[in-house]
């Protein structure tokens, strides 16, 4: 029986089969909440919600849910999680860091499962990160303990990007790739044993962020895939077509939240600044106008060459707070790509400063751990950022696969990248020789922040 102050999930109105989407812990070494939403549950539960289902939502990375502490919130919403430390996994045994279960308490959550009334038609799990796969696994067990007969679903990073993992150890049917595909939405709909709906329009990039009550901050998600072929990254899998949002749609999303007091507002798009007269510079204009107070920020790194006089212009007078840029690296002149020159680098750093920019809004993302990758730049490159006045924030490299670069991590790793997903866990340092460890550690905290000796 619960508690009869427990707060309670509840199911949106609707006639046709209840489904519950849930986001579930993050299993790892170290977890900060920079505006976490999970963006392919949000899409899923929308569209799904549109076709005539009732929808909840069981976020366990929510800060505003239950009644538990949370820790001091940080700058614009962001902020540390509750954690529990739990037993490090057999195949990490080997490092010398706590292990813990971040967000909301293991209990609470059963708890507020096991009061759901109606009981679901299906439950859909997300899954981001491929070596956050425990708590995903946790949560698929927990259902299939309260409803056994309910159809479960995996989707997400881990279900499309470690399929032959997934179909080992989830108790789930698995949903690679984005929903909206056609046989997707269709096999989905089959297995809870209901008429196949017409896909609505905006899927994909409509989400159902009203299902979190009372909202200390929101996101902005104006495309989905990206149009560029980085080596480490794995986009083109998960979303092999680049699509960008109508801005009218994507306006009155915004002015959804922010009419329920939202004013932090990050941008989830992983290629923001690409073909911005689709729909950024109508967006912008729009909230320049009539959302002077709102505040925007960009925890994906926006891509340097396209700060332009007038992109950044335009960003600052919309209310751009936290600007994150991707350098990846200084060593212009041996680079595997054309993406970034030295000039380009130097005049988006200038245009940010003269568009009004402080230099504590500016952190800049430097590539750390790639296979063969030699340090000595990446110290070289934490030098020049801090000659700028910028902050520097190394990217530690994750080793993730269907991106281009994962067969060469797996030849350089002393770790099984491909048998468990693991050892992709960046906060090993998977492929940096002799692997993580703390003096390593706190010599690159001391350089980041200046310090010498």
């Known amino acids: 029986m619960t508690r009869p102050d427990f707060p309670h999930i509840l199911w949106t109105e609707g006639n046709g089969p209840r489904i519950l989407g849930i986001n579930p812990w993050i299993h790892d070494f170290a977890a900060f909440n920079v505006w976490s939403r999970p963006v392919g549950l949000l899409a899923c539960l929308d569209m799904v919600r549109k076709a005539g289902a009732s929808v909840a939502l069981m976020d366990c990375l929510n800060p505003t849910w239950g009644d538990v502490h949370w820790p001091k919130p940080g700058k614009y919403g962001t902020g540390h999680y509750p954690k529990e430390e739990i037993p490090l996994p057999e195949q990490l045994s080997f490092m010398d860091r706590r292990f813990s279960r971040y967000g ?34 946790d949560v698929l067990d927990m259902a299939a303990e309260l409803w056994p007969d309910t159809p479960r679903f995996l989707g997400g990073g881990y279900a499309s990007l470690c399929a032959d993992h997934a179909k080992k150890h989830a ?54 895939g990206c149009p560029f072929s980085c080596e480490y990254c794995a986009s083109h899998a998960l979303y092999p077509n680049f699509c960008q949002g109508s801005p009218n749609a994507i306006m009155r999303s915004i002015q959804s939240e922010y009419d329920r007091g939202v004013r932090d507002f990050s941008f ?39 700060l332009t006089p007038e992109v950044c212009t335009r960003l600052k007078a919309a209310g751009l707070h936290t600007v994150r840029l991707g350098l990846e690296t200084t060593d212009f002149d041996h680079r595997n790509d054309v993406k970034l020159t030295r ?34 730049n990446v110290a070289h490159a934490v030098e020049h950022v801090r000659a700028f006045g910028f902050r520097p924030h190394l ?59």
């Open 171 to 224: 108790n789930a049917h698995l949903q690679q790739g984005p929903l909206e595909r056609s046989d997707n939405w269709a096999d989905f709909w089959s297995r809870i044993n209901s008429s196949i709906p017409q896909l609505p329009d905006n899927a994909g990039l409509s989400l159902a962020l009203d299902l979190y009550e009372d909202p200390s901050y929101s996101i902005i998600l104006g495309s989905r």
């Open 268 to 306: 989830y798009d992983d290629a923001l600044l690409v073909n911005p007269k689709q729909w950024l510079w109508p967006v912008l204009d729009q909230i320049t106008e009539h959302a002077p107070d709102l505040r925007l920020h960009t925890p994906n790194a926006m891509h340097i060459r396209r």
């Open 104 to 137: 909301l308490p293991h209990e609470q959550i059963r708890e507020a499962l096991t009061a759901l009334d109606p009981k679901p038609d299906a439950v859909m799990v997300s899954s981001i990160m491929t070596y956050w796969y425990p708590g995903a696994l």
């Open 343 to 376: 000039e380009e680098w130097e005049s988006g750093a200038r245009n940010l400063l003269d568009a009004g920019f402080d230099l504590d809004d500016i952190g800049v993302y430097i590539l750390f751990g790639l296979p063969n990758q030699d340090l000595d």
């Open 395 to 453: 990217a530690y490299y994750t080793p993730i696969p269907g991106s281009p670069m994962f067969e060469t991590a797996c030849a350089a790793s002393p770790y099984p990248l491909a048998n468990d997903p693991l050892f992709q866990n960046n906060s090993i340092w998977p492929c940096v020789p002799g692997g993580f460890n703390w003096e390593e550690a706190r010599k690159w905290k001391r350089l980041l922040h200046g310090e010498t000796g």
